[in-house]
């Protein structure tokens, strides 16, 4: 405390603790005073920062600290530029606020505040408040509901969590970042945010809202971040991306759009993230958004989509694509296998990229801060719905449940996504058998394909899946022993229900090994055509078991191998697609 000389001391984000040191007022030089993001307790008398009197800044929020502002205190607080209070336990807006002229950041977010804005708050600072953060409070509006806000160069609006009712305020011709989210708002957007020509987010989530969205809203070149999500918008998605744009994500689910997506959309070349959840749409896959080179994440659950999806134009649809939810629309055909095989991304993951999905808008020349959005996204998976406030990079999910997928599944591709830790292909009509191949999904935590026809036996490969949590296969055509160690040890009955050929743990139902299986000694599977060996020990003891046990101990059987038994043993090979009694292939 004897650098009286000192003009900035900055501390933000260490661990710091105890209470702020009185020595530290005594900097008579000090200009900015950061102590925000640290451990400090205490009570703290806020005209003690009076005593600096050259102070501009002072950051103190998230700490463990009590302020107390006492009134009449205005007269010798110094005037600053900037004021970050955030989480420091207030009740109302600092009465000093009325004679600060030169603020141009104001930070009270995380607070206790409640009831209306007063009008004094702005008068002071009308032409020089540039950023203004008053979520998390308990807000419900302002004094004489302004239909425009008083600010006359405010670039960054931060109301969000808070009871604000009543009409959206209208924003300055300045504002970047408009974040209204989790309020009470009602009516429709005024057509005068379509003249925010540096609007660079607009969050307006998980409101009242209604009408139609306005024509021009996608028309923006500089918008980055369209956030619409949890209103009552109705009527067709406007056309967005003009050959000049910006936009990264767009949220406009659980409203009550109709129509088609519209196809400018495939303008939307930095486009990452497009979640259209639980809406009235009416169209068929939009594989055209395959062009888009940056899109991570394609949500479409709950709509009225519907139609085959098809072969993919190219071999490089979709290279980017780590998410994709189809469930719970009218989607027909064979799962597509195309498409599948050529999502790169969910076959890999770069453990060294950053902990969560993120996006960051392009910043106007002007800016003064960056910005990052997170993925929010909300999923159905482990048997439960599950909501992402911040998305881990490392998820890679298939959601095609609740169609009329039919066929089976395409066994020489659906093994090579190694990536995928969400698999849901339950409620659709699939035949045929469990691809052995899904072993290779050694991340995998959850694998749905319950209410299918899916016949044969569960793959005892499965067993080593070492982080599979939740596993359901109930309503289907299986037989045959469950397999045993690993995670399957943890799967309930549940998990199994619907299938009478089934037997072993968890299942009441013993296993007996003079009960002969349905009449299928061979098992189609991607990689030989047959699924043989162990099985064929079990059904066959007596049968060539030197031969058997060979191939068991040496891991090792090609098609050549397969030819070469048939013909030794007399057994003609059936064409593909023959079936025998009971669906099952001879």
Known sequence: ????????????????????????????????????????????????????????????????????????????????????????????????????????????????????????????????????????????????????????????????????????????????????????????????????????????????????????????????????????????????????????????????????????????????????ENNQISDIFPSWLGTLPALRALILRSNRFHGMIGKSATNHDFPKLCIIDLSNNGFSGMLPSNYLENWNSMKFVDKNQQPYFEVLPKLDGSSKYGYIYLYLITIFAKGVELKYMKTPYLLRLIDFSSNRFEGEIPVGVIGNLRGLILLNLSNNTLTVLIPSSLWNLTALESLDLSRNQLSGRIPSNLAQLTFLAYFNVSDNHLWGPIPLGQQFGTFLEDSYQGNSGLCGKPLSKKCDSSISPPPSIFEEDEDSGFQIALDWYVVLPGVVSGLIVGLVAGNFWTSKNHEWFLEKFSMKRQPRGTRGRKGHRK
Not at 186 to 192: L, N, Q, W
């Open 1 to 276: 405390m004897n650098l009286t000389q000192l003009t900035t001391l900055y501390l933000w984000g260490n661990n710091l603790q105890g209470a702020i040191p009185r020595s530290l007022f005594q900097l008579k030089n000090l200009e900015s005073l950061h102590l925000s993001s640290n451990s400090l307790s205490g009570q703290v008398e806020f005209d003690q920062f009076s005593q600096p009197q050259k102070l501009k800044e002072l950051r103190l929020s998230y700490n463990k600290l009590s302020l107390q502002i006492i009134t009449n205190l205005s007269a010798i607080v110094p005037q600053l530029e900037l004021l970050d209070l955030g989480s420091c336990n207030l009740t109302e807006f600092p009465e000093f606020l009325k004679y600060q002229s030169e603020l141009q950041e104001l930070q009270l977010s995380h607070n206790n505040i409640q009831g209306r804005i007063p009008k004094w708050v702005w008068n002071a600072t009308r032409e020089t408040l540039l950023f203004l953060d008053l979520s998390s409070n308990f807000l419900t509006g302002f004094d004489q509901n302004p239909i425009n806000l008083p600010w006359q160069n405010l670039y960054d609006l931060d109301l969000q969590t808070n009871m604000l009712q009543g009409s959206l305020p209208i924003p300055p011709q300045s504002i970047e970042k408009y974040m209204v989210g989790n309020n009470h708002y009602s009516g429709e957007i005024s057509p005068s945010f379509c003249n925010l020509n540096h609007l660079l987010i607009l969050d307006l989530s998980n409101n009242s809202l209604s009408g139609m969205l306005p024509q021009c809203l996608g028309n923006s070149s500089a918008l980055g971040i369209l956030m619409l999500t949890n209103n009552f918008f109705h009527g067709s998605i406007p056309q967005m991306c003009p050959d000049d744009n910006s936009l990264k994500m767009v949220d406009l689910s659980y409203n009550q759009l109709q129509g088609k997506i519209p196809r400018s959309m495939a303008n939307c070349t930095q486009l990452e993230f497009l979640n259209l």
